[in-house]
């Protein structure tokens, strides 16, 4: 985490593009550099799988749940509410890495009242995160931006639509390429040799 933060504050800091203020817009070289970079975002990965390693070896304890997810919760609440001050690029990268985390460890807790989530549209959604996460960038683009870079829709309703055409692709790529591309790639279950020896048995 720190190593990807530094990352991002070394770019603040050295202005490399020659921009004082970088945001959103901004898609030069060494912006692109440190929003998509694998190494840059290797740190992220690492902290989810050691989230994921901990959860799968340590004894599951719901009282811990509240606490993660409403650390979490205020951890974004006060990045948002002091995101003008923030770099965007510090924003942008491993920043917020360790709130969603706590998140999500506190949610595959289980607690009674997160049992919500566990309806089938948000299942569904949750399904087609892996698709949505492989496309957004290009559809928040071309959805935000004309052909000349102008910026457009740039409105909460506009968000609300970007957001609904990238949710209603993702599931449909999860529904008609994803799941049968791994149904297909699903090594098949051998056959049991008790039940091998009484089919050639039979024979």
């Not at 985490?1 to 991002?8: C, D, K, Y």
């Not at 996460?133 to 639509?161: C, D, P």
Request: net charge positive; hydrophobic share 55%.
């Amino acid at each position: 985490w720190l190593a990807s933060n530094l990352i991002s504050a070394s770019y603040t800091v050295l202005r490399p593009d020659g921009i004082v203020n970088p945001d959103s817009n901004v898609y030069t070289s060494w912006m692109n550099a440190v929003k998509f970079f694998p190494v840059a975002r290797l740190p992220e990965f690492l902290m989810g799988m050691a989230a994921g390693f901990v959860f799968l070896r340590t004894k599951r304890n719901e009282r811990i749940a509240l606490p993660l997810i409403a650390a979490g919760l205020i951890a974004v609440a006060l990045v948002a509410r002091f995101s003008n001050r923030i770099p965007y690029a510090i924003i942008h990268t491993a920043l917020l890495s360790p709130a969603f985390a706590a998140l999500i460890y506190g949610v595959a807790l289980r607690s009674r009242w997160t049992s919500i989530l566990e309806n089938r549209l948000l299942v569904l959604f949750g399904d087609a995160s892996y698709s949505m996460y492989l496309i957004h960038v290009t559809i928040l683009f071309s959805f935000f931006h004309t052909q000349k870079g102008e910026v457009r829709n740039a409105s909460f309703v506009g968000l609300a639509e970007c957001l609904a055409i990238a949710l209603a692709i993702s599931i449909l790529i999860y529904r008609f390429v994803e799941e049968p591309a791994r149904r297909r790639l699903r090594p098949k279950p051998k056959a049991q040799p008790a039940l091998a020896a009484a089919a050639a048995g039979g024979v």
